[in-house]
């Protein structure tokens, strides 16, 4: 989706501003601009498509300004186009805006603009607001230090929806005003200079002390401050963030891409999110979680809460917490959760899994269920993203930057951190389970089983080049094996555009086996000793009917002998997506590449679907 990034400060604006486009070229966009603060005013400059084609501009060489903001869009209102691309201004060019989010009543507006005099050239729901700006800029009688905030603010009252907005203005050139509202937006100090992004690993080889903006705070930005105000223009005191990430985290490191990179990671991420949250003495804890054994015993469900991956990691999970915790667990969509008034009460705990922490509809999901008297728990990768702002508990997965639009990392760690979660509950309620022992045992071989794994890539790299050019490839598994046929099947899909789905193998005969035809291809998991045989026969009833298949597995399949087996190590089977999406991961990659195609940004995808 859409991404930001601006600078104040004394060096030139142009090379920051376009360094940080490229950094969030991975959200996915279709146009890129920039505006800066030059001598004779605002000069703006965009163009339709990559970065590389707006730095073609002839006009962007003439650049000099040390404040400027810049933007890459993902075409919602209007299609890409010179003209739609940001930054927007008003017809005088005396502010310059660029905007993520949605506004929902733009048209409402651009007919209220269009009464007093304003004019348009482009279909976005963007450019209201620098017209809406210079429209109170104009309207106010005093002429102080505060009348482009002022603006700012009268404007953003307006304003429904969603947004992220940075703005510059030729009657306020030493300065500019920040200001989100459910979209993300985060500033960078150092030393004589505020940098400012959607995403932190944009500007992170800047800085690594962040202020993190709650909504509607007004951030007034000079070169060597920031201040910040509510919309009454009292001043609200901030804290530096210092966030731990590694600058290079976010960048290839000699691999292809930054999949590739991301799913030879796990190992490492895994580790990071067990870190101390269960030792080799089998003590499990989790920092700033304090869940009353009077609390928890009062609960009749758990919902988890997620979107794609995320969503993934929520089905991956939900036996542990029903097995251990003995507490009724429900997944759901958040985009369908939201809207069917779903049956929570103060005896329902909702968790949300985002990656990101900026998921709208999770964060929509998630604002509801407070209304319904719930308690909330984010489960994110982000440190200061919204949902952990919103949630009454946090924990973060610690997995590190994730670059690439097609989740690996953070799904492995999501389902580690869940389990844990699990684990933690069920010791909070002392509930005694022999199962526990074990799991801890088996999370902490984890990283290393996984490295063990990432060994198998050449065997999986063969059958993707017999199979890359395939129309529909199906993936097979019960129970545990499931949810994690299902996050293999969407990993697919999502990079190499082949059409693919996941069935639970037993519900194969009411429908799906109509599909199998000769030469389709099957995947098929197995890691449940009690479920295999059954997940066997289904798959015999494929080959029958002419399906090749890959098998993934750590059970002994006897003396059945399919074709395609990458034998993946022991482990309890309810944890046990973990490994077995790993190779599937891979073959997920390998088939994009074979493709030819662009693994890291997938078409008409984005990183974070930060609007509706
Ligand atoms: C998008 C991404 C997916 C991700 C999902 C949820 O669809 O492309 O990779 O799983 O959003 O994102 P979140 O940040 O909430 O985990």
Redesign the pocket.
């Known amino acids: 989706m859409c991404g930001i990034v601006g600078y104040i400060g004394n060096k030139k604006a142009k090379p920051i501003l376009i360094n940080g486009l490229l950094r969030l070229e991975y959200r996915g966009y279709d146009s890129a601009g920039v505006a800066t603060v030059e001598k004779n005013g605002i000069t703006v400059v965009k163009s339709k498509g990559r970065v590389a084609a707006l730095e073609s501009v002839k006009a962007i060489d003439s650049l000099e300004g040390t404040i400027g903001i810049a933007h890459t869009r993902w075409a919602t209102h209007g299609k890409p186009s010179d003209e739609n691309s940001h930054p927007h201004t008003d017809g005088k060019k005396n502010f310059a805006v660029v905007h993520n989010g949605v506004i929902e009543n733009y048209n409402e507006l651009r007919e209220f603009l269009g009464k007093n005099g304003y004019s348009f050239y482009s279909e976005t729901d963007t450019e209201v607001i620098p017209n809406l700006i210079d429209y109170y800029y104009q309207k106010d009688s005093k002429d102080d230090d505060k009348k482009v905030l002022r603006a700012v603010i009268s404007a953003c009252s307006d304003l429904n929806g969603s947004f992220a907005l940075e703005i510059i203005s030729t009657f306020l050139p030493e300065k500019m005003i920040v200001v989100r509202k459910d979209s993300p937006l985060v500033i960078g100090r150092a030393n004589g200079e505020n940098y400012i992004s959607s995403d932190i690993p944009a500007i992170l080889s800047y800085t690594k002390d962040f202020y993190l903006l709650n909504d509607l705070e007004y951030v007034v930005l000079s070169r060597d401050k920031a201040e910040f105000y509510d919309k009454n223009l009292n001043v609200i005191k901030k804290d530096v963030v210092n966030i731990d990430w590694n600058a290079s985290a976010a960048e290839k490191d000699g691999y292809a891409d930054f999949m590739l990179k991301e799913i030879h990671e796990q190992p490492k991420s895994i580790r990071e999110t067990i870190g101390s949250r269960l030792t080799s003495d089998g003590i499990c804890s989790i920092e700033s979680l304090e869940l009353s054994k009077e609390y928890l015993s009062s609960l009749n469900k758990i919902y988890i809460v ?5 969503m993934h990691a929520g089905l991956a999970t939900k036996p542990l917490f029903e097995k251990l915790c003995h507490i009724q667990t429900e997944v759901d969509i958040a985009s369908e959760f939201r809207y069917r008034d779903p049956l929570i009460d103060e005896k329902t705990l909702v968790i949300f ?7 709208a509809d ?1 964060i929509a999901a998630l604002k509801l269920s407070k209304e319904k008297g719930a308690k909330t728990l984010a489960v994110s990768n982000v440190i200061g993203s919204s949902i952990t702002r919103e949630a009454d508990y946090t924990v973060y997965t610690h997995a590190g930057p994730e670059i690439a ?3 690996t990392k ?1 799904y492995t760690s999501q389902v580690v951190l869940m389990s844990i979660l699990a684990i933690y509950f069920a010791e909070v309620l002392e509930i005694n389970s022999d199962l526990i022992p074990d799991l801890k045992k088996a999370i902490l071989k984890l990283p290393s089983q996984v490295e063990e794994v990432l060994k198998i890539d050449s065997m999986i790299k063969a059958f993707a080049k017999k199979v890359y050019t395939e129309k529909d490839i199906f993936f097979l598994g019960r129970g545990i094996d499931y949810a994690a046929a299902m996050e293999s099947s969407l990993k697919l899909k999502e990079i190499s555009y082949i059409h693919s789905d996941a069935y639970a193998a037993g519900e194969l005969k009411h429908g799906s086996i109509a599909l199998i035809e000769k030469g389709i291809t099957v995947v098929s998991i197995m890691t449940d000793p009690a479920l295999t045989p059954k997940t066997i026969s289904n798959l015999q009833e494929v080959i029958t009917r002419g399906a090749k298949t890959l098998v993934v597995t750590n059970q002994d399949l006897g003396d059945k002998v399919f074709d395609n087996v990458v034998k993946i190590p022991e482990t309890i089977s309810l944890i046990s997506p973990v490994l077995s999406v790993v190779p599937l991961q891979l073959f997920a990659y390998h088939i994009s590449k074979e493709k030819g195609l662009d693994v890291d940004k997938p078409r008409n ?5 930060t609007v509706e």
């Open positions: 997620a979107c794609g991956t995320a899994i985002s990656q990101s922490g900026e998921t999770t639009v097609a989740s953070a995808l984005a990183k974070s679907v």
